[in-house]
């Protein structure tokens, strides 16, 4: 008689895999000199100088076709120039 050997198969079916590493988001590089940082300003000023009302930080960026991170960087300096204020969590010319 003939004895029969036992074997193993190994199962490829339902073996896990590493998922693959999620790619982060492109963000915008903001070149921070003093020059670029003015132009976005004056990106932010004419925005709210064109809607004649307050907008908040999302509406300012769409209007003015720059990012939020540019846009607060306006904001920044025409707050320190006094040329606007917060109304509501909005932002208004002075």
């Known amino acids: 008689m003939v004895e029969k050997k036992e074997t193993r198969t190994r199962r ?3 073996t896990r895999r590493a998922a693959a ?3 982060a988001a492109a963000k915008a590089v903001v070149a ?4 670029n940082v003015g132009f976005k ?3 932010v000023y004419q925005a709210l100088a064109a809607s004649e009302k307050a907008l908040t930080v999302v509406e300012i960026a769409k209007a003015a ?3 939020e991170e540019e846009t607060l960087l306006g904001l920044g ?3 320190k120039e006094g040329k606007i204020k917060d109304e509501d969590n909005k932002i208004v010319l002075a």
């Open 12 to 14: 490829t079916t339902g």
């Open 41 to 43: 300003a004056g990106d």
């Open 65 to 67: 076709n720059i990012s």
């Open 32 to 35: 921070l000199n003093a020059e």
């Open 77 to 79: 300096w025409l707050f």
């Open 21 to 23: 590493p999620k790619k």
